[in-house]
Structures are given as C-alpha cells and as structure tokens.
C-alpha cells in the first residue's frame, strides 16, 4: 500500500475536518496539507511532515491525548520541553525521547519499565555509566551493554544466564577469561573464546562435543596433541589433522 492509499482519519478514527482545525491558516501556506502534512492525523509520518514544518507547533502538543503526536513532537521539542516527557505513560513517546535526550541525562531512563526504552538507553549512554545497567533484566540490554563497556568490566557478565550475553563477553574479554568461558555450555560461546586462546592452551579443547571447536584446535594445538584429532569422527577435523602431522604427504579428503 502506497502511502497515498491511506487515507485520512483522526487518531480516534473518524474523518479530519479541515474546516475546525485551530491550525486551518497553515492549509494557504502550504505547511500542512490532507493526506500529507497533518497533526490530526494517525498516521506517523503525516504527523512527522507537519512538525518538520511547523517546528515551532510542538510545544504545543506535549499533552496530546494520541502517543503517536507526543512520539512525533519529542524529535522537535528543546531540551526543557522534552523533559516533560520523561515519564511519559507510552513507552514509544518515552522512546522518543531516549533518542533525543542528553547522555548525561539518560540516567533517568535506565529503570524503565519498557525494554525498548532501555535498549535506547543503552546504546547511548556514556561509557563511564555503562555499569548501572550491568544487571538489567532484559538480555538484549545486557547484550548492547557488553558491545560498548570496557573489556575490563566484562567480568561482571561472565557467567550471564544469557548465553548472547556471554557470547559478546568472550568476544572482547582479556585472555584471563578466555579458559572459563572455552568451557561454556554455549557452543559459540566457546568457539569464539576458542578462536582467541593462544595454540599452548587449546590442548584440554581437543575432545569439545562441537566439530568446530575441534576444528579450530586442529588447526592451531601443539603437534604431539594432533593424533587424536587424526582419528576424529568428523573427517574434516581428522583431516586437518593429518595435513598437519604429515604436511609432505597429499591427502584426499573425502
């Protein structure tokens, strides 16, 4: 459907009468227009078109009964008007303003109840605030958390009952971890710690339920632990395996 096909009624459903809008002198100036650029609208992106141009008009729909114009007024709104939003009741129009709000000030929305709020929240908060939301319930923040706090942090989520969570955790994490976490329940969470471990300590991995794991440590694990990795039931392992017990010899692998 093209936008054009929508057609045009009031957040509450019934048709938009030009004829009664308090904003009817903008209809001659072209900054807004039915099925187009309206405030009374339900649709977003025709509620969007009149703020953008009629910046100015937002302030004055903070309290509008429809979430979709207070969502939409957020983007447009100084930074004193948009801190009446804050607590908004509709987890769009607070955001809204997560998008928008200071990072020094995001702190406000860390708690709240909305996940989408929260994931938000934490892609933009300053690195230095990161840890306040360490331990938040929803793994798709704690996911976003360990993406951007500092490896030295990430201890605090080795052991998260969200094997995402670990997964971004062993991508980053120092070395010291790297062991703990090559033997997660997880199989990516193992094989990226795995991918990290330097050769000396990829010995212990040799026998992992994973063929991938196996596979990495044929590739890289100390010759005198490549015999028994020659003889794994996956053969692309044993073969790797072979080449590099006997790298003079060519192999067919089947």
Not at 66 to 87: C, P, S, T, W
Not at 162 to 174: N, T
Not at 198 to 219: I, K, N, S, T
Request: charged residues 30%; proline residues 7%.
């Amino acid at each position: 459907m093209i936008e054009s096909d929508i057609p045009a009624l009031g957040w509450q459903g019934g048709p938009i009468d030009c004829s009664g809008c308090i904003h009817q002198d903008r209809l001659a100036k072209g900054t807004c227009a039915p099925l187009r650029s309206c405030v009374h609208d339900r649709y977003a992106k025709r509620i969007d078109r009149f703020f953008a141009t009629n910046p100015g008009l937002a302030s004055q729909h903070i309290d509008h009964p429809y979430f979709e114009v207070r969502a939409v007024a957020a983007k447009y709104l100084d930074l004193f008007q948009l801190n009446r939003l804050i607590h908004d009741p509709d987890e769009t129009v607070r955001a809204s303003v997560a998008l928008r709000l200071p990072s020094k000030l995001l702190g406000k929305l860390i708690h709240d109840p909305d996940r989408e709020v929260r994931v938000r929240v934490a892609s933009r908060l300053e690195l230095h605030d990161l840890p306040a939301m360490l331990h938040d319930p929803d793994y798709y923040v704690r996911v976003v958390i360990a993406r951007r706090i500092a490896p030295g942090l990430l201890f605090h989520l080795v052991r998260d009952p969200d094997s995402s969570v670990r997964h971004e955790v062993a991508a980053k994490i120092g070395g010291e971890w790297l062991p703990m976490l090559a033997n997660d329940s997880a199989e990516e969470v193992r094989l990226t710690a795995i991918r990290r471990m330097p050769a000396g300590l990829l010995a212990p991995f040799r026998f992992d339920a994973d063929w991938r794991v196996r596979f990495e440590v044929a590739q890289r694990v100390p010759v005198q632990y490549l015999a028994d990795l020659a003889q794994d039931e996956d053969e692309t392992v044993a073969a790797v395996a072979r080449d590099r017990l006997h790298p003079e010899q060519e192999h067919t692998h089947g």
